[in-house]
């Protein structure tokens, strides 16, 4: 093989690496990217949750105040468990606040919120995040407590 001929192929392989390690450094930056673009929607989200559960505590407060209103001897504590993507709510009889009856438990997942409760026999629900109303809330917070007096009084 002649001078030239090994200067050639030598060339084609730092060529062929060069190329390698471009394509690589590329598609390292379109993954730096991505994972960028997922944290900052992923904030944003987060964000929106935070506003959320103040109104999703709105909701809850309101229909617990309408069963108060009522006479009923259960009630919504004001007090939530909170974590970064949820918020849950304990219903406990009056006076008795270690005496906890249900509880519901607002969680935010992919864009929506789905509420669960440990009441029996009470289906409730989900919305997209950007859904999420005061009015909602009270009613998925009343199908609670209408679930608790049903268990209470039988």
Known sequence: MTTE??????????QAFEQREAEAARA??????AEKN?????????????AQTQVIRLGVMAS?????????????APRPREGASFVTYD???SGAPTNVAAS???????GWVRPNTDACECT??????DNVSEAWA???????????????SG
Request: aromatic share 8%.
């Open 91 to 93: 219903i406990q009889e």
């Open 104 to 110: 519901v438990t607002f969680y935010m997942r992919e």
């Open 124 to 129: 409730l629900p989900a919305v997209p995040l």
């Open 5 to 14: 001929e090994q200067d050639e192929r030598r060339k084609a392989a730092v």
């Open 38 to 50: 997922r944290a900052v929607a992923l904030a944003q989200e987060n964000a929106k949750w935070k």
């Open 64 to 76: 617990s105040n309408g069963f108060s209103r009522q006479g009923s001897r259960f009630l919504i």
């Open 138 to 152: 009270t009613s998925v917070a009343d199908e609670v407590m209408f679930a608790v007096l049903r268990e209470a």
């Open 28 to 33: 390292k930056a379109d993954r730096d990217a």
